[in-house]
């Protein structure tokens, strides 16, 4: 049972132009989500995270935006640059406590087109 | 930021033996661990959770007495592979958290391969 959901495996997108990866998910007790980025053979790195109580935050070039009725989130990545080329997960948990637990989905990969 | 890191970052074995990796938090204090594994092409699954001092929480079909943790200090949690076999082999991937940390830090990563 996956809980949370991206559905696009890859996406690529030119240089320069806006990156939007999506996210969906199922269960309603979650309540923070966080994208991490994350190159082959590395662990993955901490990029932007909301609380359900928010519907948009942002973090220079990182904007993530949460539609809970909806049960899907969003992240915009503009402009597009070389290095941010790597998969991006999505997560959720029940709480912002950093000892909750965190649901992972199965990652899309971006490729960012010189 | 919050570093965690991992040992070895990759370990050959042959199979039925165990194999051990280390996961250590190196400028905080971490009250919480976790253990995930990642298969190619596929999403992180957390394995376990494990509290400083306490015994390690499973998940739903991972196997307790195959998958041995300790988090015996506030700095380092072991995953042990007891009697390992090809289908052992993947990508572990240990997280930290702590009183002082807003989410958790992920370690590098060991790549296990069973032969």
């Known amino acids: 049972d996956q809980q949370v959901k991206q559905n696009s495996p890859s996406l690529s997108v030119q240089e320069g132009r806006i990156s939007i990866l999506n996210c969906d998910y199922t269960n309603s007790m979650f309540d923070y989500f966080l994208w991490y980025k994350k190159y082959p053979a590395e662990g993955p790195t901490f990029l932007i995270s909301?609380?359900?109580?928010?519907d948009k935050n942002e973090d220079g070039r990182f904007t993530v935006f949460l539609n809970k009725s909806a049960k899907h989130l969003s992240l915009h990545i503009v402009p597009s640059q070389p290095g941010d080329s790597a998969v991006y997960f999505c997560?959720?948990?029940?709480?912002?406590?950093?000892?909750?637990?965190?649901?992972f989905g199965t990652g899309t990969r971006l490729t960012i087109i010189p | 930021g919050a570093v965690v890191s991992q040992h070895p970052s990759r370990v050959i074995c042959k199979s039925g033996t165990s194999v051990k990796i280390e996961c250590r938090s190196l400028?905080?204090?971490?009250?919480?661990m976790f253990w995930y594994r990642q298969f190619p092409k596929q999403s992180l699954m957390l394995m376990a959770t494990?509290?400083?001092?306490?015994?390690?929480?499973?998940e739903q079909g991972v196997e307790k007495d195959k998958f041995l943790i300790n988090h015996a200090s506030l700095t380092l949690s072991t995953l042990t592979v007891t009697s390992a076999h090809p289908e052992d082999s993947s990508f572990y991937i240990c997280?930290?958290?702590?009183?002082?940390?807003?989410?958790?830090?992920f370690g590098p990563g060991t790549r296990l391969t069973v032969l």
């Open positions: 997280s930290a958290s702590g009183r002082d940390t807003d989410t958790q830090y």
């Open positions: 400028d905080f204090q971490a009250t919480t």
């Open positions: 997560a959720a948990s029940e709480s912002n406590f950093g000892n909750e637990k965190l649901t």
């Open positions: 494990s509290n400083e001092g306490s015994k390690a929480t499973y």
């Open positions: 909301i609380s359900s109580i928010k």
